[in-house]
Every structure is written in C-alpha cells, then in structure tokens.
C-alpha cells in the first residue's frame, strides 16, 4: 500500500494504491547451452484520490549457446509493457489514462575466437507498439502514428592483452521506420543511426565482469 503526491503543470494530485507485483525466474540445467528466462507483473489499483494507475510487465529470455572452445552465440527474445507518464512530452494533456507501450525485442549474436582475436557479430530487431490515450470526456485517441519498427546490427573486435583486459572497436548501424511515413503532426521520423566505440572488457571472473567505453553516436 503506497501513497504518493505529484506535482504537475501548476497542480498536485495526490493517490493511496495498492500495488501487488509478481517476479519468477527459469534456468535450465542443461549440461552445454544455458536457457534464462525472467519476468516480472505489477498491478496497481488506486484506494483514493486521483492519479494514473501505473501497470507494468515484462518478460526476457537469454540463451546462451556453447557450440565450440572457440565459438559461442547468444539468442535473446523480450517484451515489455507500461504506461506512458502525464509528464512525456508526448502525453495527452488532462487524459486520466495515457497510452500503454508495448514493446517487442529480439536478437542473435557469435562470438569466435582467433587466437588472441575475438569478434562478435550482433542483429537486433525492436517493435513498439502504442496504445489509446483515453481522454476525460470519454473516447480516446490513438497512438498508432507512433508505432516503429527498428532493425540493426553491430560488429565488435578484441585483443586479449590478458585474459581480464581486453581493449575492444565496436560499430553500429539501426534504421527506425515509422508504419506512418508522415506522422500526425506533419513530420517524417524516420531514422538511420551510426554509432562507433572504443573501450575495455574486464572480465574478472565468475561473479565480476563489466566494461569501459566511449563513442560517438
């Protein structure tokens, strides 16, 4: 049970909820490839005041797979679901509800190994879908002019100095297209995005690894 007080445009809105979230996580005990997958629900209904009720979902899947001593790939499959806030710049003003987003996301990825060479190839796709807005009045508006579709790849070369440094060049290219060519507000939102980073892998062991980077996007 929570209460919150949000302030907005000159006003506050205050609401007591209730919020009940469920969690659950599968792993596979296979002796070669490992299968993770998570999720998680949250539902909110409001007790008193007013405010939006804030749902939220999401489901992700990892499979890690361990084809050779040298070669290895990754397949990740997820969706994700949650409500817009008041405050997005995109948000309809005044509506007790904004639009729901749902997204859809999925990639494949090697990774082979040369020596002290390692590359990896990387394709992701992305899929996000918006709701209605419903508006105080009653109706609502739609948010289909938002929808995208996002398609990418990225490459990733290494040189292991030691096996817990390893100084990497990575490069990226996506292309966002918009099911609506031209939006509702006159504008084509389509995109091509380029992106390039140099930086180190510092896998430290078992429980600690991470990464350092900077690029240009």
Request: hydrophobic share 30%; glycine share 12%.
């Amino acid at each position: 049970i929570a209460h919150e007080t949000e302030s907005y445009g000159g006003a506050s809105f205050d609401r007591t909820y209730s919020e009940t979230t469920l969690e659950g996580t599968l792993e596979s005990d296979w002796s070669r490839h490992k299968l993770t997958v998570t999720g998680s629900g949250t539902y909110q209904k409001n007790l008193s005041g007013e405010g939006q009720e804030e749902p939220r979902a999401s489901v992700d899947a990892l499979l890690d797979l361990d084809f050779t001593e040298t070669l290895g790939g990754q397949i990740t499959a997820g969706y994700d679901f949650y409500r817009e806030d008041r405050t997005d710049p995109n948000a309809i003003a005044n509506a007790p509800a904004q639009a729901g987003v749902h997204t859809l996301s999925g990639s494949a990825s090697l990774t082979k190994r040369l020596g002290l060479l390692r590359g990896t190839a990387t394709a992701e796709v992305e899929r996000v879908l918006y709701g209605d807005a419903e508006l105080a009045g009653g109706g609502v508006i739609s948010g289909d002019d938002r929808d995208a579709l996002t398609t990418g790849v990225r490459g990733r070369i290494g040189y292991e100095v030691s096996p817990s440094l390893i100084p990497f060049l990575e490069a990226s290219l996506a292309r966002t297209r918009y099911d609506q060519r031209i939006d509702s507000s006159g504008f084509d939102r389509s995109s091509t995005t380029y992106g390039l980073r140099a930086g180190v892998e510092l896998p430290l062991g078992e429980k600690l690894s991470g990464e350092i980077s900077a690029g240009y996007l």
